[in-house]
């Protein structure tokens, strides 16, 4: 089944653009959401934690289970299930701690808001409102336990941002350009996060075992942003992990040098460092104000080869051949329009014209040093492999930050820094029992 692409990524600057205050309003999204649990399911009334006076049923986790799964586009099976139950429990506990506490600062989101972001959802995933929760209904999923989660999401921007008002001073966004003048030339890199708590030396051995749960959905077609979202405990899960570009002397020694032995699109093993385990992705690196590759603007072209989602080795490695047998014979973009049927490929694509930036990072790793006109390495998914052309490029020039992007770049860190903080706080001061 087609993974849901369901990344709400709301940055704290995009939460004061809406408008918060009605309790208790009916949502436009209920009409479509007919498939709820009985009140006499067996799930409903089985506990899996009590949060305070809040309580969070199985049928709750079986339903983020699924969502999450969906959107990790990993297959459901037991196996993956029982490796994310944990991870998915204890963000479910977070959650209703901060939902608790936005009602108790009586923070409310308007029904409209609400579906405004469920239609934009929907318009993701190239679907209506209706034709969306029906694809959640193939995976077991209702649109209200989505909505919860979406909401949940907003509620607590909200908060945050009644709550903290980082100031940035001028002269503190002219030192960092000082500093990157100072460093042009040098190397930075693109960075994202999954970061899991240790807070306790007998923790480590069981985070340690989650992190590298986690790093095999990812080696199996997981997406790293729809990971670090759903379970990093790290300040920058809100921004899907994103820590964005820094230098390795801005980084702890332990994880410094994992990056250096890292390639664009790599991720690595999770590393212990201040605490927890980070499972660290490299997107890309660049020369400080030097071009800005993300901002590279290319005509870009797509060649499909099938592949089960159970495909044994043999399959995989056919599957491989054929694609090598199509690699050698593209020589330009008009080679691939008879590739479909006899020449091997089961479908091309044409993605039009796009920005580096916008690309997953395991695509935008494959085709950064492609020549024009000639087929990318194979790119392994769950249900296909895939094959990168670059019809034609259009360099970008050197870039250099402007001081309102630096300024929102350093509210956003502190913002989500505060966001952390406050949490840990709630959880500290929490009567948490987990069944």
Same mark, same amino acid.
């Given at each position: 089944?087609?993974?849901?692409?369901?990344? $709400?990524?709301?940055?704290?600057?995009?939460?004061?653009?809406?408008?918060?205050?009605?309790?208790?309003?009916?949502?436009?999204?209920?009409? $479509?959401?007919?498939?709820?649990?009985?009140?006499?399911?067996?799930?409903?009334?089985?506990?899996?934690?009590?949060?305070?006076?809040?309580?969070?049923?199985?049928?709750?986790?079986?339903?983020?289970?699924?969502?999450?799964?969906?959107?990790?586009?990993?297959?459901?099976?037991?196996?993956?299930?029982?490796?994310?139950?944990?991870?998915?429990?204890?963000?479910?506990?977070?959650?209703?701690?901060?939902?608790?506490?936005?009602?108790?600062?009586?923070?409310?989101?308007?029904?409209?808001?609400?579906?405004?972001?469920?239609?934009?959802?929907?318009?993701?995933?190239?679907?209506?409102?209706?034709? $969306?929760?029906?694809?959640?209904?193939?995976?077991?999923?209702?649109?209200?336990?989505?909505?919860?989660?979406?909401?949940?999401?907003?509620?607590?921007?909200?908060?945050?941002?009644?709550? $903290?008002?980082?100031?940035?001073?001028?002269?503190?966004?002219?030192?960092?350009?000082?500093?990157?003048?100072?460093?042009?030339?040098?190397?930075?890199?693109?960075?994202?996060?999954?970061?899991?708590?240790?807070?306790?030396?007998?923790?480590?051995?069981?985070?340690?075992?989650?992190?590298?749960?986690?790093?095999?959905?990812?080696?199996?077609?997981?997406?790293?942003?729809?990971?670090?979202?759903?379970?990093?405990?790290?300040?920058?899960?809100?921004?899907?992990?994103?820590?964005?570009?820094?230098?390795?002397?801005?980084?702890?020694?332990?994880?410094?040098?994992?990056?250096?032995?890292?390639?664009?699109?790599?991720?690595?093993?999770?590393?212990?460092?201040?605490?927890?385990?980070?499972?660290?992705?490299?997107?890309?690196?660049?020369?400080?104000?030097?071009?800005?590759?993300?901002?590279?603007?290319?005509?870009?072209?797509?060649?499909?080869?099938?592949?089960?989602?159970?495909?044994?080795?043999?399959?995989?490695?056919?599957?491989?051949?054929?694609?090598?047998?199509?690699?050698?014979?593209?020589?330009?973009?008009?080679?691939?329009?008879?590739?479909?049927?006899?020449?091997?490929?089961?479908?091309?694509?044409?993605?039009?014209?796009?920005?580096?930036?916008?690309?997953?990072?395991?695509?935008?790793?494959?085709?950064?040093?492609?020549?024009?006109?000639?087929?990318?390495?194979?790119?392994?998914?769950?249900?296909?492999?895939?094959?990168?052309?670059?019809?034609?490029?259009?360099?970008?020039?050197?870039?250099?930050?402007?001081?309102?992007?630096?300024?929102?770049?350093?509210?956003?860190?502190?913002?989500?820094?505060?966001?952390?903080?406050?949490?840990?706080?709630?959880?500290?001061?929490?009567?948490?029992?987990?069944?």
């Amino acid at each position: 089944m087609k993974p849901l692409y369901i990344l $709400f990524r709301l940055t704290f600057a995009a939460v004061g653009m809406w408008t918060f205050g009605l309790a208790g309003a009916t949502h436009a999204y209920a009409q $479509f959401d007919d498939h709820a649990p009985p009140p006499t399911d067996e799930r409903v009334q089985r506990i899996a934690a009590v949060v305070n006076d809040g309580v969070i049923s199985e049928y709750d986790l079986e339903q983020r289970l699924s969502l999450a799964i969906s959107t990790m586009g990993v297959p459901d099976s037991e196996r993956t299930r029982q490796q994310l139950r944990p991870r998915v429990l204890e963000s479910l506990v977070d959650e209703k701690l901060q939902v608790q506490e936005a009602r108790l600062k009586e923070v409310e989101i308007e029904a409209d808001e609400l579906d405004a972001t469920l239609e934009a959802l929907s318009r993701q995933n190239d679907t209506s409102l209706a034709e $969306f929760t029906m694809m959640l209904h193939e995976s077991g999923i209702t649109l209200h336990t989505l909505a919860e989660q979406v909401s949940a999401d907003m509620l607590w921007r909200k908060l945050i941002r009644q709550s $903290f008002l980082p100031r940035i001073s001028d002269e503190e966004v002219d030192r960092i350009i000082a500093q990157r003048e100072a460093a042009k030339g040098e190397t930075e890199y693109e960075l994202a996060e999954i970061v899991l708590r240790a807070a306790k030396p007998e923790d480590r051995l069981e985070t340690l075992r989650a992190s590298n749960k986690l790093l095999e959905q990812l080696r199996r077609g997981a997406t790293f942003p729809v990971v670090a979202r759903q379970f990093s405990q790290g300040s920058t899960a809100a921004n899907c992990g994103d820590i964005g570009w820094v230098q390795l002397n801005q980084l702890p020694a332990e994880l410094a040098k994992e990056v250096q032995n890292m390639t664009p699109g790599e991720v690595g093993a999770p590393i212990f460092s201040d605490g927890s385990y980070h499972i660290l992705l490299l997107k890309e690196s660049r020369e400080i104000l030097g071009p800005d590759i993300t901002l590279t603007e290319m005509h870009l072209k797509q060649i499909f080869f099938d592949l089960p989602e159970d495909a044994d080795a043999q399959q995989q490695q056919d599957a491989k051949d054929l694609s090598d047998i199509v690699r050698s014979s593209v020589t330009s973009c008009d080679d691939i329009g008879a590739l479909v049927g006899e020449g091997g490929a089961s479908r091309t694509s044409d993605l039009g014209r796009i920005m580096m930036g916008e690309l997953p990072p395991q695509i935008r790793a494959a085709v950064a040093d492609l020549e024009i006109g000639v087929p990318s390495d194979a790119i392994r998914t769950p249900t296909e492999v895939v094959l990168m052309v670059i019809c034609d490029r259009k360099e970008p020039p050197d870039q250099a930050p402007t001081k309102d992007s630096i300024t929102q770049r350093l509210h956003e860190r502190r913002m989500a820094m505060m966001a952390r903080r406050y949490l840990r706080d709630l959880q500290r001061d929490a009567i948490i029992d987990i069944r």
